[in-house]
């Protein structure tokens, strides 16, 4: 809640769109652009393991 209305302080819009279990879950963060693109992030994991 804290980051959503971070975000709108800011001027931007932000959206708590599904929410799941708070220890195991992941974190997607969709930015849709005004070209009609969007991109996604997501936690990746690199070579030793790391969630990065």
């Known amino acids: 809640d804290a980051l959503v ?3 709108q302080v800011a001027g931007a819009a932000a ?3 599904q929410s799941g279990d ?3 879950g992941d974190v997607v963060v ?3 652009c005004l070209d ?3 991109a ?3 936690p990746s994991i690199n ?3 790391d969630r990065v």
């Open 40 to 42: 996604v992030y997501t």
């Open 5 to 7: 209305r971070r975000a």
């Open 22 to 24: 708070e220890e195991r």
């Open 15 to 17: 959206f708590v769109l």
């Open 30 to 32: 969709k930015v849709a």
């Open 36 to 38: 009609g693109t969007a």
């Open 47 to 49: 070579m030793e393991g």
